[in-house]
C-alpha cells in the first residue's frame, strides 16, 4: 500500500471557522467580506495574543522586571518571525510603526537629507498615494524633480518602457507598489529594482497590498526598503518597514536622545503598539499553519510561509477566475486590470469594475444592502484612478483574500444579476 502522505488540500471551511468575524450576521444575513484590500478579518488566535498580551505581559521596553522582559521577549520574537515573512535573516532590519503611511513619511523625511537640487526620483501611476505624496513633498523641499511612470490602460499593467526611459543618473529613488490595491496588477518587481539598481537609484516597494496574498522576498527582489501593514494580513493595526542594514544604520533619522542608537531602535519613534504587534505574530503563525498543512514534511517558517502562499494563490486564483468569468457574461460592467483568465498569475484576486448607468457608490450600497461589503471611490490610490479618468467616482473594487469563497462569489454575481431587474 503506498503510504506517502498527500498534501491536505486547502481547507477554506475549516480555515473560515478560525475566523470570528465570518460568521457574523447582519440583519439576518452572513456578511461577505470582499472589503480584504482595505483590511483583512482575523482569526481568534490573533485576537487571544492582544489580550493576552494586555493581561500578562502588558509593560514598557526595556525594563529589567518579569512583564518588561516577556514584553520585549515577545517584541523580538514578532520580529524574528517578520524577518522571515519577508525573506531576511537580520531580524535587527524590521522596523515596527503605526501603519505604511506614517513609515514612509518619517523615511521620507531621512532620504531627503541625501538628495539635492536637481536629482530626480520616480514614482508611478500604479500606486496607493502614501506611496507618491510623501517623495513629493520632500522633493519639494530640496529642489528635486518628481517623473511618474504612466500605466496601460488596457490592462492596468505598468509600463516599463516608460519606466526605462524615466530612469537615469538623476535618479535618486524609484518607489513603485508590488501590487496594486486598485486593480490588483502584481509589478515584475525583481526586474523593476534591476532597472533602477543599473542607474544606481535606491528601490522603495510598497508591499501592503502584495503581503495577503503573495510571498514576500526582499533578497530576492534586491530592493532597498520594503512596508506592510500587519491589519492587512490578518493581523492588527501596525505598520512594518524593512530596510537593508547599510542604509537604516548610516541614513540620519529623527529619534530622541535617550532612545537606543542602534537599529532597528533608532527608527522606532516612542512606544509601538506591543499588543498589536504580539497578535501580529500571531497572525504570522496562523499563515505557517496554512503551510504547515499544504506541506508534507516538518519545515522551516520560510518553507511554511512559501507554502501557505502557494496554497493561497491557487485558491485565489481560481475565485478570481469564477468571478471574470461571472462578469463577463455582463456586458454592462467594465473590469479594469488584467482580465484575461490566461494571464491570472499577474494579478491579485482585487477586481476593479465600472457599470454603465450605476455610479460605484451606487453600486456598493445596492450590495451593502444584500450584506455583500465592498468598496467604492479610489482607495486613495488616486494616481490610479486620475490615470484612467475615473475621478470623481472611482471604482468598484471587489477585493478577495484567502478566506472567501466561491459561494460568496456566486452570491456577488447573482446580486449583479439582480440588478438588471
Ligand atoms: C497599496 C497600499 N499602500 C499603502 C497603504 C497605506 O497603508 P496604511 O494604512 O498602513 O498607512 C494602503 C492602504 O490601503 C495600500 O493599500
Known sequence: MNREKTPAPFDVTELRQQFPALSQRRDGQVCVYFDGAAGTQVPHRVVDAVCRYLIETNANHGGVFATSRESDAILEAARRLLAEFLGTPDSDTIVFGPNMTTLTFALSRSLMKTWKPGDEIVVTDLEHDANVTPWVLAAREVGVNVKSVRINAADGTLELEDLHSKLSRKTRLLAVTCASNALGTVTPIAEIVHLAHQVGALVFVDAVHYAP?????????????????????????????????????SLPCYKVRPAPDEIPYRWMAGTQNHEGIAGLHAALEYLMEIGHRAHPEPSTPRECFAAAFRAIQEHEQELTKVLLEGLAALPEFKVWGISDLTRLRERVPTVAVTHRRLTPKELA?????????????????????????????????????????????????????????
Open 213 to 249: 496574498h503573495r510571498l514576500i522576498d526582499v533578497m530576492a527582489w534586491d530592493c532597498d526598503f520594503l512596508v506592510c501593514s500587519g491589519y492587512k494580513f490578518f493581523g492588527p493595526h501596525v505598520g512594518v518597514l524593512w530596510g537593508k542594514r547599510e542604509w537604516l544604520v
Open 365 to 421: 450600497e445596492f450590495l451593502a444592502l444584500r450584506g455583500i461589503f465592498v468598496w467604492h471611490g479610489n482607495f486613495y490610490a488616486l494616481p490610479v484612478t486620475q490615470a484612467l479618468g475615473l475621478e470623481p467616482d472611482g471604482l468598484l473594487r471587489i477585493s478577495m483574500v484567502h478566506y472567501n469563497t466561491k459561494e460568496e462569489v456566486y452570491r456577488l454575481l447573482a446580486a449583479f444579476r439582480e440588478l438588471r431587474d
